[in-house]
């Protein structure tokens, strides 16, 4: 799908993830998609329906009624974390209220919180100290989940 989209003059970014797979005689590096059955499109409004028509795609990936929008310099971060990393693991984090988790980033760094409210891009983080309670929103990609909390 990706060398069809590119003969037909769309940028595209498919990732490719290297992965070690063991044969019966030997094990080999492989590129694989990184996300399967996606591959990343620049294009304006008026060339959807042409990508659409691609043998292959489906439909685009959406949020809030619109086409996801990919920022780069996300893009630009999946291609250099692939160009240092080999047999990555694409894991979806499902954010809950409640939720134990560590802050990874900013300002709050190594902090710990309970998850309070779901955004789209964004989690509402309860932060207990000094007897008051600090709400922070905080980017989801900055939260590591604790595990469960035994005190429930």
């Keep these: 799908m990706h060398q069809l989209l590119l003969q037909k003059g769309v940028e595209s970014y ?30 304006e409004e008026d060339r959807r329906t042409e990508v659409r028509m691609t043998e292959g795609v489906i439909n685009f990936v959406y949020g809030d009624g619109k086409p996801a929008v990919i920022k780069d310099k996300e893009i630009q971060a ?7 990393y080999e047999d990555v693991e694409v894991v979806k984090v499902n954010w809950k209220p409640n939720e134990r988790v560590m802050i990874t980033g900013g300002a709050l760094i190594n902090t710990e919180g309970r998850v309070v409210q779901v955004g789209s ?7 207990e100290s000094l007897d008051y ?8 990609s900055k939260l590591i989940p604790l595990g469960e909390d035994k005190t429930k």
């Design 121 to 127: 891009k964004t989690v509402k983080v309860m932060i």
């Design 133 to 140: 309670l600090l709400l922070a929103k905080i980017d989801k």
């Design 78 to 84: 999946i291609q250099r974390f692939l160009s240092e």
């Design 14 to 43: 498919c990732p490719l993830n290297k992965v070690h797979r063991k044969w019966s005689d030997r094990i080999k590096l492989i590129e694989e998609p990184l996300f399967k059955s996606y591959v990343f499109v620049r294009i």
